[in-house]
């Protein structure tokens, strides 16, 4: 066989995609809810305290008819704090581990970065909530904008292939979704895991020379040699129901009767919503300061050039796919995801030739 040497082409700039379109787009963005009565509440427990009212009452007032978002499916204790926490992974999940990480570990361990909430917290069964748990115990959930929160997944867990947990369902994706061009001598199964070694490889950067087919293009599932984002999106909408992807309000029960939340915080404004709820509930420990922070999601972050350029990707039925996917998400949590979605559609219709170029993308060199 033949040997190449495997190397990475750059991710390109953003003025290269569609720079005009995307500043168009950009003004027309739907500013944060991060007021109250047009005051930030950033500087305010009170009005933070008024904000999160307004929040539980609209979801009081939207879970009318919806016994299904009645289940939380994961719960964690932080025992010191005497607090509850549904994760919603990829929001913030490792941020908050690190604010209670004190509850059960040193110190020593909690300033240890190589450590991360993966390695401390999960299938760990002492951080599970106690079977009764006292009246005054608070609850409290973290939410991201679910169109944001599934593209960060993406761009964390496929392209950046590192965890053996999504190899399996990345290989199955592009064997389910990539075409491919007939070939008798072709064995997908074969093609897709050798992909998939060079996904891992190339997130771990390790330079080696690596085993290829005969010729060039021989096979498809090397470029990208993980699942595109389009490919990604239409698993999750055949029913892949990953707890990275899957509703936060189908996760963690929003409509709950007996299991209510106390406390509605969002990514968008982290800092101030988890300040705040430890000052109400007379918690002395102040949030983790930014560098304290465990960051698992080690690629870069996703603009609002990359945003619009990884969505035009998608048909307009994954489009209309994810807004019902997403649907109790948008409407509970308050985001405004029908806009969003316009916004892409308008982008695509303004750059019709455009074509996303995927960071990390293979190429052979002889």
Known sequence: GSHRKIQKT???EDKKIAEVAVDRLRNQE???????????YCNSTKLFMKENKRRLAWIRKQCVNKPKLSTLYEIFYFRKSDLSWCPVYKAASSNVLSNFCSDYYSEVICQDKRRNGATLYRNSRIFREPGSPSVDRKRFVVIRDPLKRLLSAYRNKMEQLRETYFKNPARDMMLHHRPIKWNIRFYKEESAQQ?????AAMTEERVEEV????EEGMNPYLYPPYPTFREFVAEIIAGWGNPHV???????????????????????????????M???????????PAEEKWATNKGPNTNTTLFYSYYATLSEDQLDGLLEYYRDDCLLYQYPCQETVDRIRMFKLLNPDHKHQYRNRWSGTS
């Open 10 to 12: 750059a991710e390109p």
């Open 30 to 40: 739907v500013p944060l809810q991060s007021k109250v009565g047009g005051q930030e």
């Open 195 to 199: 992909a998939i070694n060079l996904a």
């Open 211 to 214: 085993m290829e087919e005969e």
């Open 246 to 276: 899957v509703p936060a309000s189908q996760y963690c029960g929003p409509c709950s009767q007996t299991q209510p939340f106390d406390f509605i915080l969002k990514v968008e404004t982290f800092d101030c919503d988890m300040r705040h």
């Open 278 to 288: 430890l000052n109400i509930i007379g918690d002395s420990k102040s949030s983790a």
